[in-house]
Nanobody, 129 residues
Framework: QVQLVEAGGGSVQAGGSLRLSCAVF????????LGWFRQGPGKEREGVAG????????YYADSVKGRFTISQDNTKNTLYLQMNSLKPEDTAMYYC??????????????????????WGQGTQVTVSS
């Protein structure tokens, strides 16, 4: 059973930084896709950043390009999201998710949440102005 556990959320002032982490348990087979999603108050869930573990290809939503960086550790068991220059509109619950069938990490369709079958419990990020 695949489990994802996020950590690293918190409260920060605008312009500050946070790093989220996502530990992946229970899957050590083929390469797959990992993604960060977020859902702010009264908003729909949004795909923020994605990464393919088998080569590191990445995807970023336009709203976070140049500010957020997704990465993985050498064991491929931990995913990170470095968030810099945070804005109040980045306030949201952030979720890590895994798509075990993504087959190569083509991000042509962006981050499609229905493709991700495994989700963490979420970690709250609050950015004050």
């Amino acid at each position: 059973q695949v489990q994802l556990v996020e950590a690293g959320g918190g409260s920060v002032q605008a312009g500050g930084s946070l790093r989220l982490s996502c530990a992946v348990f229970g899957y050590t087979y083929d390469d797959y896709c990992l993604g960060w999603f977020r859902q702010g108050p009264g908003k729909e869930r949004e795909g923020v950043a994605g990464l393919y573990t088998g080569g590191g290809s990445t995807y970023y939503a336009d709203s976070v390009k140049g500010r957020f960086t997704i990465s993985q550790d050498n064991t491929k068991n931990t995913l990170y999201l470095q968030m810099n220059s945070l804005k109040p509109e980045d306030t949201a619950m952030y979720y890590c998710a895994a798509d075990l069938l993504c087959g190569g990490g083509s991000w042509a369709a962006g981050l499609v949440d229905t493709h991700f079958g495994y989700w963490g419990q979420g970690t709250q990020v609050t950015v004050s102005s």
